[in-house]
């Protein structure tokens, strides 16, 4: 069973922005495909940004040239770099990790308020 505990989140002003990590125990993480997802309230949980094993990156169309994904192997961490927030960022922000084969994990969630 793989841990993920996400950590960063907080209220920020607009244009400002925020850090986020996510730990995750296990010895193959370097193996994993991990990804950020956000949930606004009464919304859907949406894909936000993933980073292979190899390092390749896809964004969401809305996050692209604000938002950056990155990995530490050596710490088992994923980041997500979040710069020019707007309002509409506000979510819970989870993370998760995908893990061949069948194995799908989630943290348990942060939440990212932007506002002034």
């Known amino acids: 069973q793989v841990q993920l505990v996400e950590s960063g989140g907080g209220l920020v002003q607009p244009g400002g922005s925020l850090r986020l990590s996510c730990a995750a125990s296990?010895?193959?993480?370097?193996?994993?495909?991990m990804a950020w997802y956000r949930q606004a309230q009464g919304k859907q949980r949406e894909l936000v940004a993933v980073?292979?094993?190899?390092?390749?990156?896809d964004y969401a169309d809305s996050v692209k040239g604000r938002f950056t994904i990155s990995r530490d192997n050596a710490k088992n961490t994923v980041y997500l770099q979040m710069n020019s927030l707007k309002p509409e960022d506000t979510a819970v922000y989870f993370c998760?990790?995908?893990?061949?084969?069948?194995?799908?994990?989630w943290g348990q969630g942060t939440q990212v308020t932007v506002s002034s």
């Open positions: 998760n990790g995908v893990a061949a084969p069948g194995g799908n994990y």
């Open positions: 296990g010895s193959l993480f370097r193996l994993y495909t």
């Open positions: 980073i292979t094993g190899g390092g390749n990156t």
